[in-house]
């Protein structure tokens, strides 16, 4: 069946340093992919996503890359802040008749030092 | 605001009581879902419904059961509560391309079971 797999945190990291998450997947057909973020105390947010082999999304100076070939939709940003500190999800939904049902990761939580 | 309400917020339960977690959507989706969220186990899907008066099991349905009389509601009861069901409990929803758009998820439900 589907499945994500997230680098485990928790990561720590000083405020402007660069942020990699890494997320890796196993799917059959062609899955949309999606980051979402939590916040303390509250819901999962939509954060970005891509519904294609190459296309990239962005959002709130976060990307990431659809990588068909490596299996893989890291998660990047070039300057963190003291409020990206959350944890991180990946998650995938299937094509063809599963593609309602989301399949998450395990989660990386993500804490920026000033 | 649109999205998604649960109801109610915290909750604390003795073994062996139960109680009924109400999620509202106001987005006119079709589908609906509740997951638990434990430390170290990201998001587990509970049950499901992909449609009014549909329902369906996820990856750990054990111990509960839905109701999805309305389409915009999807109620998630517990019967006989164990503490092994201490966790927090989110719905969420999603319209027929959900593959596109993703989830929209509620705040979530702190349940402690003593």
């Known amino acids: 069946g589907d499945s994500v797999t997230q680098m485990e945190g928790p990561v720590t990291l000083s405020e402007e340093a660069f942020l990699t998450i890494n997320c890796t997947y196993t799917?059959?057909?062609?899955?949309?992919l999606f980051w979402y973020v939590q916040y303390p105390g509250e819901g999962l947010q939509l954060l970005l996503k891509?519904?294609?082999?190459?296309d990239k999304g962005s959002n709130k100076g976060f990307e990431a890359t659809y990588r068909k070939e490596t299996t893989s939709f890291h998660l990047e940003k070039g300057s963190v802040q003291v409020s990206d500190s959350a944890v991180y999800f990946c998650?995938?939904?299937?094509?063809?008749?599963?593609?309602?049902?989301?399949?998450f990761g395990k989660g990386t939580l993500l804490t920026v030092n000033p | 605001n649109a999205g998604v309400t649960q109801t109610p917020k915290f909750r604390v339960l003795k073994t062996g009581q139960s109680m009924t977690l109400l999620c509202a959507q106001d987005?006119?989706?079709?589908?609906m879902y509740w997951y638990r969220q434990d430390p170290g186990m990201g998001l587990r899907l509970i049950h499901y419904s992909v449609g009014e008066g549909t329902t369906a099991k996820g990856e750990v349905p054990d111990g509960y059961n839905v109701s999805r009389l309305k389409k915009q509601n999807f109620l998630l009861g517990l019967e006989s509560a164990a503490p092994s069901q201490t966790s927090v409990y989110f719905c969420?929803?999603?319209?027929?391309?959900?593959?596109?758009?993703?989830?929209?998820f509620g705040s979530g439900t702190r349940l402690t079971v003593v």
């Open positions: 891509a519904t294609k082999a190459d």
């Open positions: 969420a929803s999603s319209g027929q391309r959900q593959g596109t758009y993703g989830y929209t």
């Open positions: 987005m006119n989706h079709e589908y």
């Open positions: 799917a059959t057909g062609y899955p949309s």
């Open positions: 998650a995938l939904s299937g094509s063809g008749g599963s593609n309602y049902k989301l399949t």
